[in-house]
């Protein structure tokens, strides 16, 4: 029944094996230099060989290894690109940042690549026993990270509780594959689809465990009700790190999430959709309302990214319906990478306003921005209107990919509840739009080269790729999912 | 041929006589004068200086921790150098990574200077 190992096993991994190989050296390195920006640089080519390695590995695309635990699809490899892209971002934002706080320690590079490393082998999982572990391997290294502003004490009391809950949701993950190994007797999604055809699996036990794993992502992800961890592990993490685990770790979660429920639970999707409609709705209800009274632009932009999770779930309601799935599944990549690109910028902005000792991090400290620096408020002017979705940003475009697989998916009240929320969350963006150029103040930046650089980058592309979205969609839509 | 079961039985017994047997032949056999300093509680022969309720330094996790990676390692490798001779190469090589991984761990803990005491 297993095959022993070929090297072709070896290649459809290897972005991940360089990378965690890559972060163990760096970990070695670092101890003997003095200069920690050589381990930012050490670490952003190591991301850059990564996605050398992807490009030279996409010529292997349907190719399944390790007797099926991993696949490497178009779907892994569209994940896996932005995954290794958005790990470049966050260490660009990072690496002003963690000077001026005082926290520069050559671990946070390796930790951000064994992070990266768990995330990617996340999104090539064909095996629940697979994913398991590589939610375990991206979330160990979020832990430290949420702590890392180490001797202050609130980045130590969220990685604390961002630690115990994601243990807490680990668990749940752990208890519905033993339900889905109990229905089907195997963890192999492919495995799975066969036991659910030939009649063998004990439906009700599948969709309990089903249900489960839905818990256990939707806490890694941030969906209401396991949400509660993400405003305080949000605001108490270092920003550049928030930056990051708001993008990152959000990305591999949902393409766990597509491929597990996509492919092996596809037949279940009449019993779970009154499930996900709920916990969308709820999502995009609880996220946008309680955005509201935040006056700290940290813990609104954590509300903003449990909104934006119901948004992307809304989209995924359907998917067990074949005429919309890969509409469906499209859209959802297409707006995580939308939502990556607006994320880095708005914490860009973040980040050059945040002074030591969580100064200038209020929302009426961003008065008159727009007077004293233009440029920078009308990024942040972009990256706000793109999170409401009005043109011309690529929020809009995502918005209108995941209404069209909604409303395709013939579920019209979820999307008129996405519209309405939507309207919601222009009232607390459209604030701080408001503060910065209605409002007098004399807002201090850090004119930092690189987190400059990525803001301006990415107020560019939120823009141009929205008048040009179809390449990025044509992209989207390849991503198919295989498993053989 | 016995069943190899009763071999882990017969240890399970011998294990528990052996300590039983030695208590018990020492309250047969040992002189029993006591005084104040032999009742007092100890600890590795020394007399305990101050309260026995203090607290540890937490230098003790690290070390506890790096021991333990160690002894887990040890229980890693004695089936992989038990079927040594019967696994093909990249299997053995899989031994080597995973040493070469807690070695590098190893230099770690040491250039960080968690090995000395403080």
């Known amino acids: 029944m297993t095959t022993p190992v070929k090297l072709l096993d070896f290649i459809t991994i290897l972005p991940v094996i360089f990378l965690a190989a890559w972060a163990c050296l760096l970990l070695l390195v670092d101890l003997w230099v003095k200069h920690k920006r050589v381990t930012a640089y050490l670490a952003a080519l190591g991301l850059a060989i990564g996605l050398g390695l992807l490009w030279y590995q996409a010529a292997w695309i349907g190719n399944a290894g390790f007797n099926h635990m991993v696949v490497l699809d178009g779907f892994s490899v569209f994940v896996n690109a932005l995954l290794l892209l958005s790990g470049l971002l966050g260490i660009a934002l990072a690496y002003g940042y963690l000077r001026r706080m005082g926290i520069e320690r050559g671990e946070f590079y390796p930790l951000v690549l064994f992070s990266l490393s768990g995330m990617m082998l996340m999104a090539q999982a064909a095996d629940l026993i697979v994913v398991f572990l590589s939610l375990e391997f991206l979330s160990i290294p979020l832990y430290v990270l949420t702590a890392f502003a180490y001797p202050k004490a609130a980045s130590e009391e969220a990685g604390l509780k961002y630690f115990l809950l994601g243990a807490f949701a680990g668990g749940f993950v752990v208890y519905g594959i033993a339900l889905v190994y109990g229905a089907a007797a195997t963890t192999a999604l492919d495995g799975i689809i066969a036991a659910v055809a030939e009649g063998r699996a004990n439906l009700s036990l599948l969709v309990s465990g089903a249900a489960l794993i839905l818990v256990g992502l939707g806490f890694k992800v941030a969906i209401v009700p396991f949400h509660m961890w993400t405003p305080d592990a949000y605001q108490g993490a270092p920003s550049a790190v928030t930056a990051f685990m708001s993008s990152a770790a959000k990305l591999a979660g949902f393409a766990a999430l597509v491929r597990i429920f996509a492919l092996a639970f596809s037949s279940l999707s009449d019993d779970l959709i009154p499930i996900l409609w709920g916990l969308s709705a709820l999502t995009m209800l609880v996220g946008n309302l309680l955005a509201i009274p935040q006056t700290n632009i940290k813990r609104m932009l954590a509300y903003s990214s449990i909104a934006h999770a119901g948004y992307i779930l809304m989209a995924f309601t359907a998917f067990g319906n074949p005429g919309v799935a890969e509409v469906s599944i499209a859209a959802v990549l297409f707006y995580l990478a939308a939502y990556t690109v607006t994320n880095y910028g708005a914490w860009g902005v973040v980040i050059l306003l945040e002074r030591a000792g969580d100064l200038g991090l209020e929302i009426g400290g961003y008065a008159g921005l727009g007077r004293k620096y233009p440029a920078l408020a009308a990024c942040m002017t972009i990256f706000m209107l793109s999170l409401i979705g009005l043109p011309p940003t690529l929020g809009l475009v995502g918005k209108f990919y995941l209404f069209r697989a909604v409303i395709a998916a013939d579920l019209i009240p979820l999307a008129v509840i996405g519209v309405l929320t939507s309207l919601i969350s222009a009232w607390y963006y459209l604030r701080v739009v408001v503060n910065m150029y209605m409002r007098t103040g004399d807002p201090e930046i850090s004119p930092e080269p690189w987190a400059l650089t990525i803001t301006g980058l990415m107020a560019i592309l939120t823009v141009l790729v929205s008048l040009l979205p179809g390449w990025l969609f044509f992209l989207a839509s390849q991503a198919r999912l295989n498993l053989f | ?118």
């Open chain 2, 1 to 118: 041929m016995p069943n190899p079961w009763v071999f882990i039985g017969l240890f399970i017994i011998i294990a528990a006589i052996i300590p039983i047997g030695a208590i018990v032949v020492a309250l047969i056999l040992g002189p029993k004068k006591p005084n104040p300093i032999k009742q007092s509680t100890y600890e590795c022969g020394l007399e305990t200086v101050g309260d026995s309720l203090v607290q540890f330094k937490a230098q003790y996790y690290v070390f506890a921790l790096a021991f333990l990676i160690f002894d887990v390692e040890a229980v890693f490798l004695f089936p992989w150098a038990i079927a040594m001779n019967k696994m093909p190469l990249y299997v053995a090589l899989e031994g080597v990574i995973f040493i070469v991984i807690l070695v590098a761990g190893l230099v770690y803990t040491w250039r960080k200077g968690a090995l000395e005491w403080v």
